[in-house]
């Protein structure tokens, strides 16, 4: 822990979480912060109070010289592997601008006596926005009504302006949650709004709730003419949709997941759209990323909406999460206790 008279940050950001973005926040926290800037290829060059490295994703060697004399690291995608972590004896500090430090070797950091912290709940609201989204997109047909008009200049997509084509509407529709998170408590308030008629499995959560609280997951399923994933991922719910599953929603379900893509049996899910038992799917992640190009998914155009793993990608993500782990680092310097640290 530093006495802050004099600390060295390295800002090491990526095209989404930008250094500057982080240097800002760090500044505000830390003003008397003695700094340097670093871009890659470009000369090292005094400059004010965070050494910044542009791309940092896939980057061991850029990082360890940036990293050179350096107390604390804020980054977004850095690799924190055992090779940098020995490179850099003098880092105390990894702040990682994610839900959770997948980039960092966390038992590397622990014998080294390095903190590591992350910024929990920065996409929780833009996740639930873009679930809507895809929701809305998938059950009105919109992409498919958008691609012949703007392709090819074509009137096709009015086809779907008949009762047999048409898509459906939130107000009133039955809507299962699975999981009800940060990210599935606000698609449920969002969809409360719009008319839905909300239910929610998750048995880990108590207390009041957005929607009918359904303690059998199967329960759910069979009442769900929508289902939107929001579960965690762990060996115990890989999987948790898969034909069995698929095969208790009424006929003609849609089903959403921007949470994680192993969590559903793409395999399955296929099966079922291509025999109609789904008659619509909205995805944002896959079981393999990016998604594979002989993926069965992409000869289903007519019935999905697939989306390149942007659920957590906005704006407003990036700055807060460079505004979450800034206040790390001041809690640091500071000496205070550290809010979000895993180690």
């Known amino acids: 822990m530093t006495d ?8 090491a950001g990526d095209h989404f979480v930008l250094p500057s973005l982080i240097t800002r926040a760090v500044r505000h926290e830390v003003e008397r912060a003695d700094v340097r800037e670093l871009e890659l290829g470009w000369p090292l060059e005094p400059f004010g109070p965070v050494a910044e ?4 994703s896939d980057a061991e060697d850029a990082l360890i010289e940036a990293l050179a004399g350096a107390e604390i690291l804020v980054t977004q995608m850095g690799p924190v592997t055992e090779k940098v972590l020995a490179a850099c004896p003098e880092l105390r500090l990894v702040v990682v601008c994610r839900g959770g430090p997948v980039n960092v070797n966390l038992e590397a950091a622990e014998r080294r006596d390095v903190r590591v912290c992350f910024a929990p709940g920065r996409n929780a609201a833009a996740t639930a926005e873009f679930t809507v989204g895809l929701m809305l997109a998938a059950l009105r047909r919109i992409p498919q009504a958008h691609d012949p008009l703007v392709r090819w200049g074509s009137w096709e997509g009015a086809t779907y302006y008949t009762y047999e084509h048409s898509g459906l509407e939130l107000e009133d529709l039955p809507v299962g949650l699975v999981g009800y998170g ?38 759910l399923l069979r009442r769900s003419q929508v289902i939107s994933l929001h579960a965690r991922l762990t060996p115990g719910t890989r999987g948790l949709i898969g034909a069995r599953e698929l095969g208790l929603l009424p006929p003609g379900a849609v089903v959403v997941n921007v949470a994680r893509g192993p969590l559903l049996d793409e395999g399955a899910l296929c099966d079922a759209l291509e025999s109609g038992r ?10 393999r990323e990016p998604l594979p190009s002989e993926s069965r998914l992409l000869g289903l155009a007519d019935r999905v909406v697939l989306t390149p793993h942007l659920g957590g990608a906005s704006r407003a993500v990036a700055e807060k999460a460079a505004r979450i782990a800034a206040e790390e680092v001041g809690r640091w310097v500071r000496g205070e206790p550290l809010a979000h640290c895993l180690t």
């Open 4 to 11: 802050g008279n004099s600390v060295r940050v390295v800002a």
């Open 53 to 56: 490295v542009r791309e940092a």
């Open 278 to 287: 789904v008659s619509a799917a909205a995805l944002d992640t896959y079981e």
């Open 182 to 219: 940060a990210v599935g408590s606000r698609v449920a308030r969002v969809l409360c709004a719009f008319g839905a008629r909300v239910m929610v499995h998750d048995p880990y959560v108590h207390g009041e709730i957005h929607g009918l609280r359904l303690t059998s997951l199967d329960d």
